[in-house]
């Protein structure tokens, strides 16, 4: 079974990071492989800190799981645009600009062919 990391960022003030981590960490299946990072200012950056919500799944259950979650999250009113990531521990690497639960889709659709 394939392994992905899947990250996930956004363009706004972080607050949108962190009621995506708190809703995907609701997920039983998801417990404990949700984290959040947070890329500190350095000198000379203009801008908040960068917040990537970052989870851990492997090809299966828990990637179904990570995928519906989000689709349910892109479904509810926000303003932020979210960048997803998928990464494999082979070096396969997907991405996509989500504003809809079909960007998802799509994502998943690309994986499908890659695995």
């Given amino acids: 079974m394939t392994t ?18 708190d809703w ?23 801008g908040a800190a960068a917040d990537i919500a970052i989870v851990a799944v492997g090809s299966g259950g828990a990637m179904t799981v990570l995928a519906q979650s989000l689709k349910a999250w892109l479904s509810r009113p926000r303003r932020s645009r979210l960048r997803i990531s998928l990464e494999s521990e082979q070096g396969i690497r ?18 499908s062919k890659d695995s």
């Fill in 94 to 111: 997907m991405e996509v600009e989500a504003d809809h639960p079909e960007d998802v889709e799509r994502l998943l659709r690309e994986l």
């Fill in 4 to 21: 992905w990391n899947a990250y996930m960022s956004d363009n706004g003030d972080g607050s949108t990071m962190e009621g995506l981590t």
């Fill in 24 to 46: 995907l960490r609701r997920e039983p299946e998801l417990r404990g492989k949700v984290k959040m990072h947070s890329k500190p200012i350095g000198e000379g950056d203009l």
